[in-house]
């Protein structure tokens, strides 16, 4: 069973959904035990960094979190909140990923929303995906490049597109509106 993070954030019903296209039984709870038992666990994310870290602390998942052992997979917020701190309202966030989360440059036009290719693949995720590949990018916030980025986007600037360490996985992309592409990721994901 996928256990799907129940906090404050959106895009919740896009990876359910995206899990039930794939045939995958998966649940939305913030329960402890059952987020301890579950095969795999995936933290979804759209929203503002310092109110989804304020929910994480009063259900005890920022305690939990770093102590999961099953593969996890952060998407979007989900890996901003993976990392050390956020500019978005000075969030101290959990620091599973060593580096921070910053605000795009406004240069170009930001957020920065649609498809993108990804660079520097040494992702795990990536297995089987061509490199000519577009995924579904809506963010204004970015994590810097650091020893764990196993893929990176440029836009603006160059930034980590997919964060790996040890059981941790996470995409500032986002796999489940990503389409056939975004599917082989979640089954690389699903089979690890």
């Known amino acids: 069973m996928i256990a799907i993070l129940k ?22 709870t ?3 035990e059952k987020i301890k038992k ?3 666990v995936i933290i979804p994310g759209v929203g503002q ?3 989804a870290m304020q929910d994480l602390r009063t259900t005890g998942l920022d305690r ?29 966030c959990l620091g599973v990923f060593d580096t921070d989360i910053k605000k795009l440059p406004e240069k170009e036009i930001v957020p920065h929303t649609g498809w993108n290719e990804l ?7 990536l297995k089987g995906i ?6 579904y990018f809506v963010h204004s916030y970015y994590a810097a490049l650091c020893e764990q980025t196993t ?20 995409t500032q992309f986002h796999p489940e509106k990503s389409s056939t592409v975004g599917n082989k990721l979640l089954k690389n994901f699903l089979s690890l």
Do not use: H, M, W
């Not at 906090?7 to 939305?28: M, T, W």
């Open 49 to 51: 960094a310092s109110y």
């Open 119 to 125: 660079k520097n693949i040494k992702s795990s995720l």
């Open 151 to 170: 893929a990176e986007c440029d836009y603006i600037l160059p930034f980590s597109a997919v964060l790996e360490r040890d059981n941790f996985y996470a």
């Open 30 to 32: 913030d329960d402890i």
């Open 130 to 135: 061509s490199t000519k590949s577009d995924f």
């Open 38 to 40: 579950a095969d795999k």
């Open 64 to 92: 939990l979190i770093p102590e999961l052992t099953q593969p996890v997979l952060g998407i979007c917020l989900g890996l901003q909140l993976l990392c050390k701190q956020s500019q978005e309202g000075q969030t101290t």
């Open 7 to 28: 906090y404050n954030a959106g895009n919740i019903s896009s990876v359910q959904n995206a899990l039930n296209r794939l045939n995958c039984e998966n649940e939305l």
